[in-house]
DNA sequence: CATCACTGCTGAATCGAATCAGCCGCATCA
DNA sequence: TGATGCGGCTGATTCGATTCAGCAGTGATG
């Protein structure tokens, strides 16, 4: 304990605390005891016990992560690692709970987390989406991760969605695409991943004096990809660039291509969201706008241990991940 | 706090403690006064401050979770899920590193989730496979999750994946498959899945006076489970039945069936292993022997908080989940 | 030469629980 | 009647740090 090193370097305990702590030249401490004491610490091989610390300071060097599913889903667990890391970084570690949905046990986790002292909690959510702050975050220190309140002024990161949009179209314009569909809508009303990529795709196609061709509307699973693509297919539909709205429903449309007998890229473009793995096992690779998980929970984190940080939402880009299912020109 | 408490109550802290510990009726606390100290803290919404315990105990309610990268991967994060559920079931809570497989990294989470006196730790990996255990858990209360070490009885959570290949063989041959081949082999020799899966595939085709036909080298990815299977059907290859290592290489097998002209399950049978989500967006869906990710998770907690637990490993069964790939008889 | 400021350090209290070693009063027993 | 036991509770210490208030010694200052 550090009574021990004090003792071996024959200095009080205050002045070795005073030393550990950084506060060495605050406090006016001769090198020479600085020395001593470090020695002491090195010989000893002392670690400060967090529980003692914590005691007194009510900070405990952990952050708090409260999810819906982010773990459980395939993708947005990178949000995990990113935020593990960053916390790692700044000397913290991540206390993690998974309500799976239920308000109930997100109660209890975010009331355990707030027992332990907690120096903070990220709120995460596997769908971008607005939502409500949970009750017991009130006056709590928190971030928001790929969600929004917009009741109220926290701080808050999301992928930015509209940019996304632009750089999908972009994509499928440059490679002299002119008529584009959209596969997939986003049915929850909370979501805000479809309305806002949906924003950038129509402000991209304006900015070249073009609007989508028209719209696919199914919701975001293979299944539905494939079935929604196939009936528009089957009813006449052509296109020369589609953007899907992720990579599960891209996959449903190449099934559904394939069917009929079309080529991507040859017959027509593709472009989706997500940037998930999916879109590397694609053949060809599918071209997708990615969502940067691992940077947007690292990011959370770092605003939440970032005591200038004054809230707001801050919006990280989404870069096009390169694949082959756009025509080269 | 506990004085307030038991100044509201009229009695001492002592008894107040005792009381909220369970202790009431080995100190002979009388009833009354165990109703009073209740009212009194539900009156208060007292709330023990974890960190005095702790101080104290030595005990924080809080289990570590290290492991190389199971959340950055897709499906392995089911782990942390079940880990989550399982420690939240026993009042604790997890506290999650990820090392990205770099072990200075893995250390200094080790070390630094030991400073916080985590009541034990579980160390997972992402890949099934031998390990050594880290210096920095020796003598640490840890169970090993996704993995094993040869070398110390320890407490460890595999999944059965003999057990796996047994039930992988058993579908194909339900289905009338004699012709069976094996697509993938784990090149990494710490790898325990593969070699596992191969025990099981063969005993089970032996039960039935049968052996693999033939085994298609390759790892474990899309590209290369395609390109195998290809190079193989180009030679003239075939099967009645194919059991392929994992989804994703079985979704390379199907790109190359499919370019052959071979349909899922009309020409052959196809099962594979992971359970992933991917499983069931492919065309025909996969029948494939799941990885309970989830159970293994909670399974490893439970034990590490088991203090009857004695060691050993512990194999969790792998069901298989159906899909259309395996022709129905 | 008294006052003052400054350097370099320390003593003791504090955080909020857990827990050991009793203590008081009353019934029982020889 | 005095010893003994037991039911029901409490005082004081402890866990290991942080931190406030303050105290010697020294040199400068008026």
Chains 1, 2 share one sequence.
């Not at 109930?104 to 987390?113: D, N, S, V």
Request: proline share 5%; aromatic share 4%; glycine share 12%.
């Amino acid at each position: 304990m550090l009574a021990d090193v004090a003792a071996e370097a024959g200095v009080s305990p205050t002045t070795a605390s005073y030393i550990l702590n950084g506060r060495a030249d605050e406090m006016r401490i001769s090198p020479a005891t600085v020395a001593k004491v470090r020695a002491a610490v090195a010989d000893l091989g002392y670690r400060p016990n967090r529980s003692a610390r914590s005691l007194r300071t009510r900070r405990t060097a952990t952050v708090g992560l409260v999810s819906d599913r982010i773990a459980g889903e395939q993708h947005g667990s990178g949000m995990l690692t990113g935020a593990s890391l960053a916390a790692r970084e700044l000397d913290h570690l991540v206390v993690m709970g998974e309500s799976g949905g239920d308000p109930e046990l997100e109660r209890l986790l975010i009331e355990e987390m707030l027992e332990r002292d907690v120096d903070g909690v990220v709120y995460a959510t596997h769908t971008a989406r607005t939502v409500r702050l949970p009750q017991g975050l009130r006056g709590v220190r928190s971030v928001l991760l790929n969600c929004e309140d917009p009741d109220e002024r926290l701080p808050s990161v999301v992928p930015d969605d509209v940019g996304g949009g632009h750089a999908a179209v972009a994509t499928l314009l440059a490679a002299g695409a002119r008529d584009v569909w959209v596969v997939g809508e986003d049915p929850v009303p909370e979501a805000t991943a479809g309305p806002r990529r949906m924003t950038g795709i129509r402000a991209e196609l304006a900015a070249h004096g073009l609007d989508i061709s028209g719209l696919v509307r199914c919701d975001w699973s293979v299944t539905e990809g494939f079935e929604a693509t196939s009936r528009w297919l089957a009813d006449g539909g052509r296109a020369d660039g589609l953007v899907c709205m992720n990579d599960r429903l891209a996959m449903g449309a190449y099934q559904a291509l394939a069917e009929h007998g079309l080529r991507v890229p040859e017959d027509l473009s593709v472009v989706s969201f997500d940037g998930s793995p999916l879109a590397g096992w694609l053949r060809p690779q599918l071209t997708s706008v990615e969502l940067p998980f691992a940077e947007l929970g690292a990011l959370a984190v770092r605003r939440l241990l970032d005591a200038g940080d004054h809230g707001g939402t801050v919006s990280v880009p989404m870069r096009v991940q390169q694949g082959g299912s756009v025509r080269r020109r």
